[in-house]
């Protein structure tokens, strides 16, 4: 059987801290617990991913409660945890030799937030060649001012950047349609 992993991207207490603004998608830690847990009971590969900012004031910098993983989302013993400092999970990780070693080509990937951290590392997970599946509602992310001072919801980015990623550089599911694929 083809060994799929779940790769959880940064689900961290600091990204609960005001200054990210307004979320979408409030729920996406109810979903990622429900992947982990299918994903658990039947004893398949989970990645967790962690981002430790290096900027000085970042909610995300290690030594700051906010880089904890969130109480939906803390590996256990056994799942495999690795620790970036930019956007995309693997530069300057052992992402891909690791999958590579374990034969792992399938991934399904959630996280926050969907147009930095979820988006750079499923593009790169294309380009490698895994066969990526995006899941919509276990992902989130931020309202962002565009450089013209136009204002943009979480809504509006989460759904473009699922649009320009899906069919491209993965297949988009919801969490539902995911879990119904493993059962």
């Known amino acids: 059987m083809e060994k799929v992993a779940l790769i959880s991207i940064d689900f961290q207490k600091g990204f609960d801290d005001p200054v990210w603004g307004q979320r979408n998608n409030p729920n996406a830690e109810i979903k990622i617990a429900l992947l982990l847990s299918q994903w658990r009971k039947n004893k398949m590969p989970i990645i967790h991913v962690q981002h430790?900012?290096?900027?000085?004031?970042?909610?995300?910098r290690t030594g700051f409660l906010g880089n904890d993983f969130k109480d939906e989302a803390k590996?256990?013993?056994g799942e495999v945890v690795f620790t970036k400092t930019v956007n995309s999970a693997f530069i300057g990780t052992d992402l891909k030799s690791y999958l590579e070693e374990n034969n792992i080509q399938s991934l399904v990937i959630a996280g926050l937030t969907t147009d930095h951290c979820v988006s750079t590392s499923t593009r790169?997970?294309?380009?490698?060649?895994?066969?990526?599946?995006?899941v919509s509602d276990a992902s989130a992310t931020f309202d962002r001012k565009g450089e013209d001072g136009v204002h943009y919801s979480a809504e509006q980015i989460h759904?473009?950047?699922?649009?320009?990623?899906?069919?491209e550089f993965c297949t988009v599911k919801t969490c539902e349609e995911v879990l119904s694929s493993i059962e």
């Open 52 to 60: 430790c900012s290096v900027e000085p004031n970042s909610p995300l």
């Open 75 to 77: 590996p256990i013993s």
């Open 124 to 134: 790169m997970a294309g380009n490698y060649g895994f066969n990526v599946t995006l």
């Open 159 to 167: 759904n473009i950047h699922l649009a320009s990623l899906n069919g």
